[in-house]
């Protein structure tokens, strides 16, 4: 939010030594993030003054058109004389009040002007656009043109008002009131300890039976409607050039008077209006949801498909707007254009289509209804963002007759008595506050006078002693509960007046057991050749249909949000994979083909029966039961760890051929995270929705007797692969973090050591192709007994006429070590007997002869 500095002298009496930069610093002590304090016309120096064109001469002798002006400018250039002036622009012609830099100026950006000869004439001067002036969006992007009635031989830079100071304000979400001049000028007033002058404190006349017809159909959507009625506007009446200067300095542009007059009582009230060419609405305005199928074409000239969910008003024909965005282009105001409008000569005004009566529509909306509508639809507007932050729903009568007041002022119009106004039940909202709450969170004594003193300064109507009941302004509806208004207290008394105090943690205490695996994981990842790629937990439910997952699948159970940053991802993940798999469609679409991506994070799951959350104490630490109470209200949270791989795994070069990757590498890196988890993974044939039913691997770990899927690894499935626009046999990895730390006995185990030599035994096996290699290898372990110090496969063979009709060899190496003693080649040979035989009674495999 711009605001700028005389615009908000208006409502305080600031002192006149205060500069922009002073207001900085005293609105960011009150807790609002101003950000930067422009300089207007700080490199501007005069003489400018306003001329009026006498003559244009048009040379036509060069490659661009060129006139040779003659300019009368008074007394501003010290002789009375016509200043003769070379310019270019089109945009104007004899008779039109112009404004012109004399010799000795000097515009924005050290552009000094001085007398030269130029096109073979002498210059005197330069006759000036907005552009040139700094002035910004005028609308018309050429010189600008003055009323006839503006006196020649001003001074420009008064009647411009190009010199000020404009205070560019991050808004945060919970403050729409600081979307406005009066909100922003009633923190100044608390800072500086100064009355305010509201601005809504307007005199209203009270709601009758003669006012334009409105019927709200969505009182929950719409619980405040004002509508008035302005007759009888002069077509040819333009904004006054101290409102287009107020608007451009917000970041406005003027279009034209009537919407003008709509977007200035929006800045400076913040409640948006919209004004509706009367001639064009068909019988009662109203408020309801859209209906399916029903089409709108906004004022952006797009034709857009509505929601059942939008909140539009309509007429007898339909929707004529998209409530709290944008209105319609059918009841648009007749534009007219402002940089001909009072000039002499110029584009003659259409009397007939011109906008003469208006209706004017301030109303209040739901914030979460108007949030979801603009993002649906993609059309943020500056109304939209002050409704989905909170509007003040009391200010709508005071803003409706504001802007009568200007259209009465500036247009001649004519107010008609009919007053419409729509209200919802409603009652003031009130928060029971003990008086020293405040101190406990804060951990400073403030009293009960300084708390009551800052609430009132708000705007609130604080009533009891030691338990004071607190009524909050109309203006701010994100003061819900006790810290909110704590949180006002402080903030008003200063943040930096808070006594620094460092924590003093209890010796023995550091990183958590799961802190510390999550650390192992990533690191070990990395060191792999995984790069980290973190992302959003946002979803929409028609990844599950991408990822293949069956209709009954667990994972669909998602968590939603009540008011979703996009209304196309209102879910929370159930799987880390839907995000990687989008980070790695990005990288490759744009020439990195060769990834190995990874992250670590929380999926997020529906607990069964959820409990309400509770406020936890301020004044000591909670107890475990409380935290426990909290957390009972949250999802549940397990971290999983994933990883994507897609092009080459090992690269080509001088050294040998690359490799792509495939799913052994997928399989590996989940080996490789339980490795860092100390857990004994099983890896055996699954399928599971998004991977390739005969490339993808089953991850599973046994406690208690009691196996456990932890996860899945494996090339993914063609299907999937091209529906999220993935390099094809793209693969990829999840593991259930938390399960993999529980199934771990959380001690680290230090590598043997033996001193001895290894002896080193080869077997080859026949089964049928069916059985797991995993299987023959978990009873040639168990069966070598304790003497096995490691069993590696190191090769799988397939031939129907040597080995038999649905059969394969798988050949292990097996090495053998004792702790105490060099081990016999009898020894050895015995415990790979053993270790053949066990295989064979479970597997049913026997020795490649």
Known sequence: MRI?????????????????????????????????????????????????????????????????????????????????????????????????????????????????????????????????????????????????????????????????????????????????????????????????????????????????????????????????????????????????????????????????????????????????????????????????????????????????????????????????????????????????????????????????????????????????????????????????????????????????????????????????????????????????????????????????????????????????????????????????????????????????????????RGLTHRQRLHRRVGRALAGAGYVEAPNYPFIGEQVFDQLALEADDPARRVVKLVNPLNDEEPALRTSLLPGLLGALRRNDGRGSHDLALFETGLVFRPRERRRAATHLPVDRRPTDAEIAELDAALPEQPRHVAAVLAGAREQAGWWGKGRPADWADAVESGRLVAREAGADLVVRKGAYGPWHPGRCAEFVVVTDGAETVVGYAGELHPRVVKAFGLPDRACAMELDLDALERASDGTPQAPSISTFPVATQDVALVVDKPVPAAEVEAALRDGAGELLEAIRLFDVYENDEQLGDGRKSLAYALRFRAVDRTLTVDEASAARDAAVALAGERTGAVLRG
């Open 4 to 508: 700028p500095l005389s615009w908000l002298r208006e409502y305080v009496d600031l002192p006149a030594s205060e500069t922009g930069r002073d207001v900085q610093a005293k609105l960011i002590s009150a807790g609002l993030e101003v950000e930067t304090v422009e300089q207007l016309g700080h490199d501007l120096k005069g003489p400018l003054a306003v001329g009026q064109v006498l003559t244009i001469e048009e040379l036509t002798d060069f490659k661009k058109p060129i006139r040779f002006c003659t300019v009368d400018v008074g007394q501003a250039n010290g002789t009375g004389e016509p200043q003769e002036i070379i310019c270019g622009a089109r945009n104007f012609q004899v008779g039109d009040k112009v404004v012109v830099a004399l010799p000795g100026a000097v515009l924005p950006g050290d552009f000094q002007i001085a007398e030269r000869k130029t096109y073979g004439r002498i210059s005197r001067g330069m006759i000036c656009s907005s552009d040139e002036l700094n002035m910004g969006d005028d609308g018309t992007k050429g010189i600008i043109i003055l009323p006839p009635e503006t006196e020649i031989g001003r001074d420009a830079v008064e009647l411009l008002e190009l010199v000020d100071e404009v205070l560019d304000i991050a808004v945060t979400a919970n403050r729409g009131d600081c979307l406005s001049i009066r909100g922003v000028a009633r923190e100044a007033a608390i800072s500086y300890g100064l009355p305010l002058r509201d601005p809504a404190l307007l005199d209203v006349p009270a709601p009758n039976a003669y006012g334009y017809p409105v019927q709200v159909s969505d009182p929950v959507g719409c619980d405040r409607f004002t509508a008035r009625t302005v007759s009888g506007l002069a077509p040819e009446a333009r904004s006054p050039i101290w409102l287009q200067r107020r608007l451009q300095k917000v970041g406005m542009r003027p279009i034209s008077l009537a919407v003008d007059v709509t977007n200035y009582v929006m800045m400076e009230l913040g409640q948006p209006l919209h004004a509706y060419d009367r001639k064009l609405v068909q019988g009662t305005i109203g408020v309801r949801r859209a209906g399916e199928g029903e089409k709108l074409v906004t004022l952006d000239g797009v034709e857009r498909r509505l929601h059942a969910e939008d909140l539009v008003i309509v007429d007898e024909r339909g929707p004529i707007g998209l409530a709290g965005v944008m209105g319609g282009a059918n009841t648009e105001i007749a534009d007219v254009p402002l940089s001909r409008t009072g000039s002499t000569g110029g584009t003659p005004i259409d009397l007939e289509n011109a906008t003469s009566d208006v209706v004017i529509e301030a109303a209040h909306f739901d914030a979460v209804s108007i949030a979801r509508t603009a993002r649906r639809h993609k059309l943020s507007s500056e109304a939209s963002r002050r409704f989905e932050r909170g509007v003040d729903p009391a200010a709508a009568a005071a803003a409706a007759q504001r802007t009568v007041d200007l259209l009465v002022l500036l247009a001649g119009g004519t107010a008609d008595a009919g007053v419409t106004e729509v209200v919802g039940p409603s009652a003031p909202h009130s928060i029971t506050l003990p008086a020293d709450h405040p101190d406990k969170v804060a951990g400073v004594t403030y009293g009960r006078e300084i708390v009551v003193r800052r609430l009132q300064e708000i705007g609130c109507d604080v009533y009891g002693q030691d338990e004071l009941i607190v009524t909050v302004p109309s203006w701010r509806p994100d003061l819900q509960e006790v810290n909110d208004l704590a949180e006002e207290v402080i903030r008003l008394e200063g943040y930096e007046n808070l006594p620094s105090t460092l924590p003093k943690p209890p010796s023995g």
